[in-house]
């Protein structure tokens, strides 16, 4: 009998349906029952993965992109790479410009992807030529037959949130999820999946995580931008020092900050009580969790499910390095114990 083999077709067949894992020992003496949707399953080991493969098919299908064409994107890394992954596979031209606060692992993993980086500094304005933003459009506007993604200001991110992760995510809680906590960044992911999740059960309640340094939560309570919210910050990914179109906050009830500190240590206790070797957000979004744990968020009986973006991988030279957590002035002899140190 002949048999089937049994492969797929290539990379990108793997993008999504990643799994909900329930947290056991990080999260014991919560109220509640926890659950990570970890993104770092999917092949370029995030969730930008969807918004990739979503946005240049769309983009496709419209007869925007033709063989050859060059994909243009400002990112943190995440983003980046899995628009490399794509344009591998699908044989487009991929070049990003990216915010100096990306770690260098993150850098030289785009070039390794074959895309050509630019790195822009981190602490000017949005509006500044020399910005990411701009630099990238710039780009756009200098090559002929290219696209610019433009994630924090396409509608399409949230789309591709909106018919996957919302989707998973219902099927894997049975319906049964009660809160939704995640991170916000150009807010894709939490507003296609709270859009989603609440289309089935309004009930559900959403909390996007924000950092100090940046101006979401303030936004969300005033309406206004109020730019004296913003400073340096270490988290990527996390936060914005513009409004991004490409969150909806009518879909997120409230925001939580959380510090670069706390984070960056509860990512590393995920990975020592989890064994999820989960990246700096993951942090950021546990932390979260712990701090509305303590105000009383959660009955018992509620079902909550936290994103975990992408994975520890990209973060050895920065939340896994003993030497950067140092530097960084997050080991305070005072509060930190000697034991919460990668010990060699
Ligand atoms: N975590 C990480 C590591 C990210 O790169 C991003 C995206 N910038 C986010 C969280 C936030 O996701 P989103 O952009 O969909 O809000």
Redesign the pocket.
């Known amino acids: 009998m002949e048999q089937k083999i049994k492969a797929y077709d290539n990379i990108l067949e793997l993008v999504g349906n990643t799994p909900l894992v329930r947290l056991n020992r990080i999260t014991k003496g919560f109220t509640g029952n926890f659950f990570a949707k970890v993104e770092s399953f999917n092949p370029g080991h ?3 993965d969807r ?1 990739a493969m979503h946005i240049i098919e769309e983009a496709e299908q419209k007869g925007i992109l033709s063989p050859g064409s060059t994909i243009i994107e400002t ?5 980046g790479f899995s628009i490399a992954m794509v344009s591998i596979i699908k044989g487009y031209k991929c070049i990003l410009a990216v915010s100096s606060k990306s770690s260098r692992d993150k850098i030289d993993m785009l070039r390794s992807m074959g895309a050509t980086v630019y790195v822009c500094p981190a602490h000017v304005s949005a509006d500044d030529p020399r910005s990411y933003y701009e630099v990238a459009k710039r780009l756009h506007q200098e090559t002929k037959g290219s696209i610019y993604i433009n ?1 924090y200001f396409n509608e399409l ?1 949230i789309e591709a ?1 909106y018919a996957s992760t919302g989707p998973e995510i219902w099927e894997q809680t049975g319906g049964q999820i009660t809160h939704l906590v ?10 296609g999946t709270a859009r989603y999740l609440k289309e089935q059960n309004p009930k559900i309640k959403v909390i996007g995580v924000d950092a100090y340094g940046s101006v979401l939560k303030k936004y969300h309570e005033t309406g206004e931008f109020d730019s004296k919210e913003i400073y340096p910050y270490r988290i ?3 936060g914005k020092n513009l409004i ?1 179109a ?2 909806d906050f009518t879909v997120i009830d409230e925001f939580i900050k959380v510090t670069d500190s706390e984070s960056a240590h509860t990512a590393r206790e995920i990975a020592r009580t989890e064994g999820i070797f989960a ?4 942090g ?1 979004v546990m932390q979260a969790l712990k701090q509305l744990n303590e105000t009383g968020e959660f009955k018992p009986g509620d079902n909550v499910v936290v994103i975990f ?2 994975h520890g991988s ?1 973060y050895m030279s920065k939340v896994y390095s003993d030497q950067w957590m140092e530097d960084q002035g997050f080991f305070d002899t005072e509060t930190v114990e000697e034991t919460q140190k990668i010990q060699y």
């Open positions: 995030s969730s930008k918004i990112t943190s890394g995440n983003t994630q991110n949130h995640a991170c916000s960044g150009t807010g894709g992911t939490i507003s990527e990914g996390l991004p490409a969150t990246g700096y957000t993951s950021a973006p992408d990209r």
